[in-house]
């Protein structure tokens, strides 16, 4: 049977300094990997030329939402990229503008505002800004990757995108 008296000091010593450890996160750096992280992301996407990168960006259980769509989960994502950038005068882009994480470093979000340009009806061409917000998880590797990626329209701009000329009426 263990001696309560003797127990009862060392079990107090490891709460204190178990609970008196500091994190060592640092949480302005972080914040600065993840700002650099999104506008990496975001030059990728806006690029539209690799795929496989711009979906390396999401974690495998990932929901991304926007202007009328809604997925979660690899399969599905890859999907939504794959048919978005496969469709002529598809366009994404965004730009960072703030990034908060948490103190144990292991989440953060960021969020700012982007368009999607996308074919609308009768052939003009549709832009949609959008205010964001991403949440990100640090992955066991360090790297920082999106769990859920919202987006929400601003207000509809129908304008010939192509031509930088409002869409004519009735087109």
Not at 86 to 109: C, D, L, N, Q
Not at 116 to 138: A, D, E, H, S
Request: glycine content about 8%; proline content about 6%.
């Amino acid at each position: 049977m263990l001696n309560l008296c003797r127990v009862a000091p060392v079990a107090a010593a490891l709460l204190l300094v178990v609970g008196c450890q500091t994190s060592t996160v640092d949480v302005a750096k972080e914040k600065d990997t993840l700002l650099a992280t999104d506008r990496e992301w975001s030059a990728l996407a806006s690029a539209g030329q690799n795929p496989d990168s711009i979906l390396s960006y999401w974690t495998e259980d990932a929901t991304v939402a926007g202007p009328g769509m809604a997925v979660t989960g690899m399969p599905a994502v890859k999907q939504m990229v794959t048919s978005s950038f496969a469709t002529p005068g598809f366009h994404i882009t965004w730009t960072p503008e703030k990034a908060v994480i948490a103190r144990s470093g292991e989440m953060g979000y960021t969020s700012g505002s982007g368009a999607f340009t996308m074919p609308g009806p009768k052939g003009t061409v549709t832009n949609i800004p959008v205010k964001y917000l991403t949440v990100w998880r640090k992955e066991a590797d360090g790297r920082w990757k999106c769990v859920e990626d919202y987006s929400s329209p601003t207000a509809a701009d129908t304008t010939n995108a192509s031509a930088g000329a409002p869409a004519a009426k009735g087109e």
